[in-house]
């Protein structure tokens, strides 16, 4: 570890390239791009920094976020910040959407901090501002270009004292390309093997999406994957969506086998896990758009707290009315049909049903007792 460095993601880019999807978390191999940098700067420096205007995001995977001073001046303002903010004499920047970052590229680079100001790559004829590394001194110099309107990185090199690292020496580096490599386009991000989605809205791999941990009065205190969510039975946030067709029977479906948590289970509800950021009522109309293929507005009637030995749920129970037809979601429903209460309760008996489902059905019930889809009131 280089105790004189600090390692800072610059986060803030609009991605228009990118349909303003969130480069930072697209997944390669498995794993969101910012997840693995994080987990690698840990690795590498005593601070890990994150300059971004959208915190909550980063919340829980153990690092410092800092919000630029300049907002909308692009990737130097991030870089100011940061400065504002280290405890180290020099800091490390790589750019959000790198999904190669190489150790030892880093260390080689690392190894050339000397009198310059700066030291950075020069690769494929340009030079690469944003996996490069920047001395805290350089603080000034950063705001006078701001203050001035002098926003490109490139244009800021041209102030201080650059030690600039020749192409053809960075390519005896083993892991240079790769670790120089960034993803603007959807079209960069599929030449790593990376994604957003699949079409129809399902993540390549489930278990790497971000999912918010929560404490015991429901409030979100930690980001993680939702596979290590499930791996440790965190408590987490997800939505039960009740669908009633006109004559108040209700939807099940048999989930696929191949679902993290009770596979190949009836389930009396539509809905999942919330993504982390996301809210109930966001929730609750993407699972019914993802699974059903139709736009709902699901009504939202109480919260269900559920937990077993597999799962523990902050939930929020819903109500919606369709007649069908559906499109379902292969990857996640087999196939699905309406059913009166009492034939639910009926197969079960017989068949098992995800018990959370079971749980705000039951409560349902409850309160309005007899009422199939229809209700008097919502307390």
């Known amino acids: 570890m280089s105790a004189s460095v600090a390692g800072v993601i610059v986060a803030g880019g609009r991605a228009v390239r990118m349909g303003g999807r969130d480069k930072a978390f697209a997944a390669v191999g498995g794993e969101p791009i910012a997840v693995r940098t994080i987990r690698l700067f840990h690795d590498l420096f005593p601070q890990v920094l994150v300059a971004t205007n959208l915190p909550e995001r980063f919340r829980g995977l153990g690092v410092e976020t800092v919000a630029d001073r300049f907002p909308g001046c692009g990737p130097l303002a991030g870089l100011h910040a940061a400065l504002l903010a280290t405890r180290h004499p020099h800091v490390f920047v790589a750019a959000c959407d790198m999904p190669g970052l190489d150790p030892g590229v880093i260390r080689f680079l690392l190894a050339r901090i000397g009198a310059a100001d700066a030291v950075v790559p020069r690769w494929e004829g340009d030079v690469e501002p944003l996996h490069a590394i920047y001395a805290a001194h350089c603080l000034p110099a950063m705001e006078a270009s701001l203050r001035a309107g002098r926003y490109p990185l490139r244009d800021f090199l041209g102030t201080i004292r650059v030690d600039y690292v020749g192409e053809a020496e960075l390519r005896r580096v083993r892991g240079a390309a790769a670790s120089l490599t960034n993803v603007n386009t959807p079209e960069e991000l599929a030449a790593v093997g990376g994604s957003f989605e699949e079409p129809g809205g399902v993540s390549r791999d489930p278990g790497a999406e971000l999912v918010e941990v929560l404490d015991a009065a429901g409030r979100p205190v930690a980001t993680v994957t939702r596979r290590e969510m499930r791996v440790r039975r965190l408590p987490h946030r997800a939505t039960y969506v009740l669908v009633f067709n006109r004559r108040g029977e209700l939807f099940v479906h048999l989930r696929s086998p191949h679902k993290d948590v009770f596979p190949g289970h009836w389930d009396v509800a539509v809905g999942g896990v919330l993504a982390a950021g996301e809210s109930?009522?966001?929730?609750?109309?993407?699972?019914?758009?993802?699974?059903?293929?139709?736009?709902?507005?699901?009504?939202?009637?109480?919260?269900?707290?559920?937990?077993?030995?597999?799962?523990?749920?902050?939930?929020?129970?819903?109500?919606?009315?369709?007649?069908?037809?559906?499109?379902?979601?292969?990857?996640?429903?087999?196939?699905?049909?309406?059913?009166?209460?009492?034939?639910?309760?009926?197969?079960?008996?017989?068949?098992?049903?995800?018990?959370?489902?079971?749980?705000?059905?039951?409560?349902?019930?409850?309160?309005?007792?007899?009422?199939?889809?229809e209700r008097r009131s919502v307390p």
């Open 280 to 373: 109930f009522d966001e929730g609750a109309r993407r699972e019914a758009r993802e699974e059903l293929g139709v736009d709902l507005e699901p009504e939202p009637l109480f919260p269900l707290h559920y937990a077993d030995e597999r799962t523990v749920v902050h939930g929020m129970v819903y109500r919606a009315r369709h007649d069908g037809p559906f499109r379902l979601q292969p990857e996640e429903i087999v196939r699905g049909e309406f059913l009166a209460l009492a034939a639910v309760a009926a197969r079960a008996g017989r068949e098992p049903f995800c018990p959370d489902g079971l749980a705000a059905l039951a409560e349902y019930r409850r309160r309005w007792p007899g009422r199939g889809g």
